[in-house]
């Protein structure tokens, strides 16, 4: 299919941004694209990857956090005049942030670029990449929808993308939220573009320094893979369908049990002669209670290193004993396809884990 | 392990135990007063700990004679049925000097004062003529367990009436009190295992030993992170061991490690009806001779345990060793 539409993402150098800005060129040569660009190296390397479909993109220096985009007011006018369609995948995803940091990116940046988008003068559409997480502390069946916020959040990073999705919902654009679910790799080799808490998490039990986890062997948790992801937004951005959804992108019911996920790890670490020697023990999967008894423990302990890992890991650990099991009704029906089997990937992303020493031996070639 | 039996024998017993503390007296307040603690007081009582007995005039051997001397006065055994005594605890020469002098016996290793084996003198002073001696060492708080576990074996494959499995631990004086958040107390235990028992019959035994773990200065974070799925692990194996289900289990023995692991680990352990044994834990805290026979005892003493109750006994070592042995009441 051709258009002459085009398309203003932001985030477009980031794992979902650069993923869909991709797709989108790829689906469709006639289309054209101005991203927004805060680093201007990273933007490069991001360019430099596209190759020849970067032809087709404009990019402009601006920032989401600064009103107005920090655009100069001829570019801005250009924007509005020309844009059909938003895709906002900027964000701060750090889980440690203060809630007052993460509202600066995340609620803040979304609320400037609606701003924008509300001046556009064709606009289509209105995307926002939000996160499954938006769910917080609620547990169960989660439903693609606002589901309030009264179970509250784990990290701030969920609450101000949660705030940033109320904001759109008010804001008379014709919106479309998709919320992935932890990326973990790009697709079925495993291999894993951007590090994130899953992989920081699974490197501390690897190298033996945590040895339990809250939760239930039989809770589900739910991972996702960007190649997904970042087709389901390219495909979601102008369905007409979409307008006015909010879409999970997600494993969904498919979603392995932490009992699996976990024994896979170990399985696959356990394959290295060197590691097994070790005589590691498997992570206890107990009660959030038991759990955070040692948390407490190690905290009041005053051990630096150990203290670090735990504080790493407690922005994102909750989560393991909030059993939730995202709704993906509305993603598939709107994309004819059901999401991945996470069985599929998770093995290979772990191997891709050891062989690239999570991300030290990338960084190292880099 | 289960402990097999052989050829329709009763199954080997603890027929007695006994123990010594020193008697100089510190609570966490004063130990961390005097810079021997590396947290302050209040983390330690937060922990459980309060007094910690400290050895100023007695040596390692002193403790040791006394705890076996009780044992065998309060038993009431013909010390010549007595076949075996495995000693435990602080090697050689070392075992002979005060807390004061503890250093400078330690150079004594490299002379032939090596020789000077606090076991075969305990076989002389106890007088044990048909006994013979060896001793265990690098097994850390779970060389008690060891002992008595061998102990046990060679009662059965060598046809042993009485093995006196006898530890004595203690630290010098300068060295500090706290082990990875845990007050050490210097103690020395005797334990007599009997080839022919009706009551506290030794049903199995597990030990898991991770070499990896050895160098326990640099390895801390692991140990403490591998303490607990470890422990988890072999308690389980013991009473599985024992062909028992966790919900037969009456009793926990701890070693006196802080009450917080305590709380952590039976979290995770899961016995529904098991009972933990904690009150020394205040009183003495932690001692690397034989936390686990001397609560045991103390539960005996007050009643806690009733014949035939199922009770498993547990210590980590480090090195790293972890042990469990099940016992019947």
């Keep these: 299919?051709?258009?002459?539409?085009?398309?203003?993402?932001?985030?477009?150098?980031?794992?979902?941004?650069?993923?869909?800005?991709?797709?989108?060129?790829?689906?469709?040569?006639?289309?054209?694209?101005?991203?927004?660009?805060?680093?201007?190296?990273?933007?490069?390397?991001?360019?430099?990857?596209?190759?020849?479909?970067?032809?087709?993109?404009?990019?402009?220096?601006?920032?989401?956090?600064?009103?107005?985009?920090?655009?100069?007011?001829?570019?801005?006018?250009?924007?509005?005049?020309?844009?059909?369609?938003?895709?906002?995948?900027?964000?701060?995803?750090?889980?440690?942030?203060?809630?007052?940091?993460?509202?600066?990116?995340?609620?803040?940046?979304?609320?400037?670029?609606?701003?924008?988008?509300?001046?556009?003068?064709?606009?289509?559409?209105?995307?926002?990449?939000?996160?499954?997480?938006?769910?917080?502390?609620?547990?169960?069946?989660?439903?693609?929808?606002?589901?309030?916020?009264?179970?509250?959040?784990?990290?701030?990073?969920?609450?101000?993308?949660?705030?940033?999705?109320?904001?759109?919902?008010?804001?008379?654009?014709?919106?479309?939220?998709?919320?992935?679910?932890?990326?973990?790799?790009?697709?079925?080799?495993?291999?894993?573009?951007?590090?994130?808490?899953?992989?920081?998490?699974?490197?501390?039990?690897?190298?033996?320094?945590?040895?339990?986890?809250?939760?239930?062997?039989?809770?589900?948790?739910?991972?996702?893979?960007?190649?997904?992801?970042?087709?389901?937004?390219?495909?979601?951005?102008?369905?007409?369908?979409?307008?006015?959804?909010?879409?999970?992108?997600?494993?969904?019911?498919?979603a392995l049990t932490l009992g699996e996920l976990v024994d896979t790890a170990y399985d696959v670490w356990a394959e290295n002669p060197e590691w097994r020697k070790r005589g590691v023990e498997r992570a206890i999967i107990t009660d959030a209670a038991t759990y955070a008894l040692f948390e407490r423990a190690v905290m009041e302990t005053g051990d630096v290193r150990l203290r670090a890992v735990l504080s790493s890991l407690a922005h994102f650990i909750p989560h393991l004993a909030l059993p939730k099991v995202f709704d993906t009704s509305v993603a598939e029906a709107l994309l004819d396809a059901s999401p991945p089997e996470p069985g599929t990937y998770w093995m290979p992303m772990l191997r891709c884990l050891l062989a690239n020493n999570w991300g030290q031996t990338q960084e190292a070639a880099a | 392990m289960p402990f097999a039996k052989l050829n329709g024998q009763s199954t080997p017993a603890i027929a007695a135990i006994n123990y010594a503390f020193p008697e100089g007296l510190r609570t966490v307040g004063e130990l961390a007063d005097e810079r021997l603690l590396k947290s302050s007081a209040e983390t330690m009582e937060s922990f459980g700990f309060g007094n910690v007995h400290v050895a100023l005039t007695e040596t390692p051997y002193d403790l040791a004679v006394i705890a076996a001397k009780k044992l065998l006065e309060e038993s009431r055994i013909d010390p010549a049925s007595v076949g075996l005594l495995i000693y435990g605890g602080t090697p050689g020469s070392m075992a002979f000097a005060p807390s004061e002098g503890a250093e400078s016996a330690a150079a004594g290793l490299c002379t032939m004062s090596r020789f000077k084996y606090p076991s075969t003198r305990l076989q002389y002073d106890l007088d044990l003529p048909n006994a013979s001696t060896f001793a265990l060492d690098q097994l850390a708080c779970t060389t008690l367990l060891a002992a008595v576990r061998i102990a046990r074996s060679l009662c059965l494959t060598e046809g042993i009436e009485r093995a006196l499995c006898v530890s004595s631990e203690f630290f010098?004086?300068?060295?500090?009190?706290?082990?990875?958040?845990?007050?050490?107390?210097?103690?020395?235990?005797?334990?007599?295992?009997?080839?022919?028992?009706?009551?506290?019959?030794?049903?199995?035994?597990?030990?898991?030993?991770?070499?990896?773990?050895?160098?326990?200065?640099?390895?801390?974070?692991?140990?403490?992170?591998?303490?607990?799925?470890?422990?988890?692990?072999?308690?389980?194996?013991?009473?599985?061991?024992?062909?028992?289900?966790?919900?037969?289990?009456?009793?926990?023995?701890?070693?006196?490690?802080?009450?917080?692991?305590?709380?952590?680990?039976?979290?995770?352990?899961?016995?529904?009806?098991?009972?933990?044994?904690?009150?020394?834990?205040?009183?003495?805290?932690?001692?690397?001779?034989?936390?686990?026979?001397?609560?045991?005892?103390?539960?005996?003493?007050?009643?806690?345990?009733?014949?035939?109750?199922?009770?498993?006994?547990?210590?980590y070592g480090f090195g790293a060793h972890w042990t469990g042995i099940a016992v019947e009441a």
């Design chain 2, 172 to 315: 010098p004086a300068n060295a500090g009190r706290e082990a990875i958040f845990n007050c050490t107390s210097d103690a020395a235990c005797a334990v007599l295992v009997e080839r022919n028992g009706l009551r506290n019959r030794l049903v199995s035994a597990t030990t898991v030993t991770k070499g990896y773990y050895w160098d326990v200065d640099s390895l801390r974070d692991e140990i403490v992170a591998s303490y607990f799925p470890t422990a988890r692990h072999v308690l389980h194996r013991t009473i599985a061991d024992a062909g028992w289900e966790p919900s037969d289990v009456d009793w926990v023995i701890p070693h006196n490690v802080s009450m917080r692991s305590w709380e952590i680990l039976s979290g995770l352990v899961r016995l529904p009806r098991a009972r933990l044994f904690t009150q020394n834990i205040v009183r003495h805290g932690h001692t690397l001779a034989g936390d686990n026979f001397i609560n045991y005892r103390d539960a005996l003493d007050g009643g806690c345990i009733e014949p035939g109750q199922r009770v498993v006994l547990f210590s």
């Design chain 1, 1 to 254: 299919m051709t258009s002459k539409r085009k398309v203003f993402i932001t985030g477009a150098s980031g794992l979902v941004g650069e993923e869909v800005l991709r797709r989108m060129l790829v689906d469709d040569p006639a289309l054209e694209a101005f991203v927004l660009v805060r680093n201007e190296i990273r933007w490069l390397l991001a360019s430099k990857r596209l190759g020849a479909l970067a032809r087709r993109v404009v990019p402009l220096q601006g920032d989401t956090t600064l009103p107005g985009l920090g655009l100069e007011s001829q570019v801005r006018q250009r924007v509005e005049r020309e844009t059909s369609a938003v895709v906002h995948a900027a964000a701060d995803t750090s889980f440690s942030r203060s809630l007052d940091q993460a509202r600066f990116v995340n609620t803040l940046g979304t609320y400037h670029v609606a701003e924008i988008a509300s001046e556009c003068l064709c606009l289509d559409r209105f995307m926002l990449v939000s996160t499954a997480f938006v769910a917080g502390r609620a547990t169960g069946n989660i439903l693609e929808r606002d589901n309030g916020g009264d179970a509250g959040w784990v990290n701030s990073y969920e609450q101000s993308k949660y705030e940033a999705e109320r904001n759109v919902r008010a804001s008379g654009l014709p919106w479309t939220i998709v919320r992935p679910s932890t990326i973990v790799c790009r697709g079925p080799s495993g291999d894993i573009p951007q590090i994130n808490a899953v992989h920081r998490a699974l490197r501390v039990y690897h190298r033996g320094l945590a040895a339990m986890m809250p939760g239930d062997r039989a809770y589900h948790f739910d991972v996702i893979t960007s190649s997904y992801v970042a087709d389901a937004i390219a495909r979601l951005t102008f369905n007409q369908r979409a307008l006015h959804q909010t879409v999970h992108l997600c494993s969904g019911r498919r």
